[in-house]
Structures are given as C-alpha cells and as structure tokens.
C-alpha cells in the first residue's frame, strides 16, 4: 500500500485519454504569438478555448503598464494584503471597481478562485445556510466546504426548487446566502437572474452572483448579468476575476454593505497569501479602463460567439442552450469526443476537452470559448474545422 495507491482510477482515465488524444497531457504552448495564437508542441495554433474575451492580454496599454509598473514597483509585492503587500495600486484598483459597478466598496484577490474561497468561507458559517445553484463552479464549493455552513443545492437554473428550499428552511431563522453565476463556465447559459432576485427578496436571503464569465460581456456597460437583467440592487455581492475579460490574473468582490471591509480580516484566504504582483494590478487596471471604454470590443465578442454558435448549430451538433462566448458541443460518446478534439487539434484549433465528473450533466463537452480578437479569417478557420471533423465523425457513425 503506498500513499499513491488511491490515485489508481485517475491513471487509468489518463491512460485511455492519453490513447486517444495524442499529447492530451503535454500540451505546452511554447510560443505564444497573440491573443489568439500559439505554436502548441510544434503546431501553429488557433487558440479557441481560452476566456480571453475581449483579447486584453495582448492589448499594448495594458503590457506598458504591467511594464511600467514592474519597473517601479518590483515583481512582486512579497506580502500579504494584511501586512506589507497593498501598494497604492491595489487600492486603486478597488476604488475603480467599486466605481465600475456603482458600489461602496470593493476587496481585491489574489485569483478569482481565491475571492470565492474567502467570500463563501467567511460570509457564511456554522448554522447559517447556502444555496446554491447546482452547477456553480468548484471555487464556489470550495469556499463553502471551507466555511462549515449547512450547504444545499438547488436545481441548475431553477427559481422554483430555490423557492421550494427556502419555504422549507423558513422556520429555522437563520442567515441564507444564495449562490449562482451570470453565465455558467461550461455551457454559458444564464441564470434566471430576475426571478432569483425576487424568490431572494421573498424570503429575505442575501444573493451572491460570481460574475467571472460574464464581466465585460454582458450588460451595456460590461457589468454584466445584473445589469443586463436590471436587478443589481437585488444583488448582495458581486464576484468576479480577472482572468477573462480583464486578460490578467485576480479577483474581486464589490458590494454595498458597509461592513464589507470587514470580511477582509476574518478571511483566511485574504490573510494568508501574497497579494497580486504590482504588473497585474496595473495591466488589470488598464484593462477595466479600456473595457469602460471600448463596448465595440463587446460586439465583437458577440458577433463572433452569434456565428459560431449558429454555425456549430447548423452542422448538426447538440450544444448549449443559448448563444453565448462560451460555445459548448454535448456529446454522449466518449470516443467521438476524442476524435473531434483531436481532429481540430490536427487541423490547428485547440478548444477543450471536458470529462465527467467536470461536466454538468454527464455529458462529455467540447467547449469553445471566443474572443474579440479572433479575426474574420481566424473565425473562418474555426468554422472550416468544425466542418472537417463533423464529416469524419459522421462518417465514422455510417461506416
Ligand atoms: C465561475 C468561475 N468562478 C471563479 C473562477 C476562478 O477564477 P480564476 O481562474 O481567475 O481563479 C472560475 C474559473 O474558471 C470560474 O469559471
């Protein structure tokens, strides 16, 4: 018996991937050529699964002022947000946000998995609740697991299941914080954000949205999900990241509860880790800037998600319910799975390839993700794989 031996199921799912999708675990981007371009083990690559949605980790403001920034400021701040690490850029940062989303305050994170580990573990503990949706993201039960509150999950995308658990806790008088997302990571579907304000206000929860895939995507103004819906002063706390539109790394939370501030020294996961690198702040600031700025980079985004979506739809594939950034292909064959994944990654696309249990229904995923810089001819390129690998897989299913 070795302390390895509990790792046995995870070797032999890697092994039969590793059959079937040559290099699946050594994919190393070794030349990164832009936003939407690498040479992957050796191939020229057209990158369509990151979440760079409004393509600013190559945007020039943003790397001259992460450059700027390291020059003035060092690599790293050496320290916690608590101790020597919060220079003056960070407290920018929060006041940008806080201004962004219309709020009174604002605590920034060292990654978005981390703002969601402090959030939930703090907010909520012993004896008091949370709801959340069922297909909220990993950071999400993480966060809850960590705080010891009583943890229930609702029905994904289901205002009467969270409407039915609620009138159920009702009579124990406790605090409840509800938990979705603005568009879920997988298949980049929607929560029924008005409806969820309203079962919250019913009962007299609090709400809290993670905004990570929806930021600087929906919304007239970028702050996503709430402010598409018009129900932002039903919203609690906003979650959110910086490593989608934003192009860097972080996290972040705003709010309007006053004691907001006070979250940030019961947090075990503010307290206890280095804070963002002074680069990131600044690239990151200069990315909310240019997001503030730019909605053009907004259509963009839609315009290439509205004609992948269609285009994958009309090859006949089962996708995700709704168009949306995030472009996922269902697909209940595991093996046909690994041949369209390899396939594009032969003709020079590399999307993602998710397994159960990452998946929110079983399903294997082939998820897409585009970005406002994929060119016309790139986006052409996308679609012509696509194309390509759907004949050989039907033909597969005929032969
Ligand atoms: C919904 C959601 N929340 C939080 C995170 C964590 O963000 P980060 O990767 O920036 O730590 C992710 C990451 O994919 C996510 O999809």
Redesign the pocket.
């Known amino acids: 018996m070795t302390i390895f031996d509990k790792f046995q199921p995870l070797a032999a799912a890697r092994q039969e991937l590793e059959q079937h999708c040559d290099n699946f675990f050594n994919i190393v981007m070794q030349e990164i050529v832009s936003g939407t371009e690498a040479v992957v083990n050796g191939r020229p690559m057209i990158l369509a699964g990151s ?1 760079n949605y409004l393509g600013l980790s190559f945007d020039s403001a943003c790397i001259d002022a992460a450059c700027d920034a390291a020059r003035k400021e060092g690599t790293g701040t050496t320290g916690s947000r608590m101790a020597n690490g919060t220079f003056s850029g960070h407290v920018a940062l929060e006041h940008e946000l806080a201004d962004f989303y219309n709020r009174l305050g604002a605590i920034v994170f060292s ?6 580990l402090a959030m939930l573990s703090t907010l909520v503990g012993p004896g008091e609740i949370i709801l959340l949706d069922a297909d ?5 039960y993480d966060g809850c697991r960590m705080g010891g509150a009583e943890v229930h999950r609702f029905r994904h995308n289901d205002p009467q299941d969270l409407e039915k658990r609620l009138h159920r806790l009702e009579k124990r008088n406790t605090t409840v914080l509800i938990v979705v ?1 603005g568009l ?2 997988m298949l980049g579907d929607r929560a029924p954000l008005a409806e969820i304000v309203a079962v919250k206000e019913k009962y007299g929860a609090y709400l809290l949205v ?1 905004e ?2 929806s930021m600087g995507v929906l919304g007239a103004n970028g702050r996503g999900l709430a402010e598409e819906t018009g129900v932002e002063g039903g919203v609690d706390f906003i ?1 959110g ?4 539109s934003l192009g860097a ?3 972040f939370c705003v709010s309007d509860h006053p004691e907001l501030n006070l979250v940030r020294y019961a947090s075990r996961p503010y307290v206890f880790t280095a804070s963002s690198s002074p680069s990131v702040v600044a690239s990151t600031r200069m990315a909310l800037k240019i997001l503030r700025e730019k909605s053009e980079l907004r259509q963009r985004l839609w315009d290439n998600a509205d004609m992948l979506y269609h285009k994958l739809q009309d090859l006949g594939f089962s996708m995700g319910p709704e168009p949306s950034p995030i472009i996922a292909i269902r697909l209940e064959d595991k093996a046909e799975a690994f041949a369209l994944w390899s396939g594009l990654v032969e003709r020079g696309v590399y999307v993602n390839l998710v397994l159960p249990p990452a998946t929110p229904d079983g399903n294997c995923l082939l998820r897409s993700s585009v970005s406002a810089a994929h060119t016309p001819e790139q986006m052409k390129r996308i679609c012509d794989a696509f194309t390509a690998v759907r004949q050989l897989t039907a033909m597969a299913h005929t032969a």
């Open positions: 979440n990654t978005g998995y981390v703002a969601n909220c993201h990993a950071s999400i997302e879920y990571s993670d990570a895939h979650v990241t910086f490593s989608k790394i972080g996290g």
